[in-house]
């Protein structure tokens, strides 16, 4: 079959832009919920383009095969231009994968370490401790002062650049092919 010449054909292409977009971001997100403490073995923050069901599949896997808590940063492009979508998290406990997607960073007013909180209606919210997600029972009552603190925060860390690799290994390599 020869592809129609007006047809748009839709692939997604890494560039090096890209690739520096997403480390900005993964080194900024890294340092806001892990702070000064070293990552460890038993969490991972990996960043990317997800590719939706067939990427949250992949990602369960990762975590299953790995034994590992995984943060995921997902970036697509968009009008403003390639950009950070969602945050999703992923742990294996007693054999089942827990999965939230359409979370947030949360940012108290001490602007101490930054939380995860999933989608508004569930109580729950979640600290990355260096080698583990931690659920915490309850989410702040400032939810939407706190997100609007932890965007500026991320807004700040990435247009100057945060290094965190002297606290992780940083990899680049995709998510699904």
Partial sequence: M???PGMKMEKTI???DK????RRHTEAVAQMLVGSRTMKP????????????EGRLRMGAIAHSSGNDL???DFA????GYHLTDIAL???RDGICHLQTDCRLYLSRNGSRAIILPQPGIRKAYRLAPGELIQ???QPADRDDGIARAEARLAKLVARGAAFADHAAVRTRPLAA
């Fill in 77 to 80: 492009d968009g009008e403003d």
């Fill in 90 to 92: 992923c742990a294996v």
């Fill in 136 to 138: 915490l029972a309850h």
């Fill in 42 to 53: 038993g969490a991972a923050i990996l960043a990317g383009e997800m590719g939706g069901a």
């Fill in 71 to 73: 943060v995921y940063l």
């Fill in 19 to 22: 690739t520096a977009i997403i």
């Fill in 14 to 16: 890494m560039t090096t």
């Fill in 2 to 4: 020869v592809p129609d």
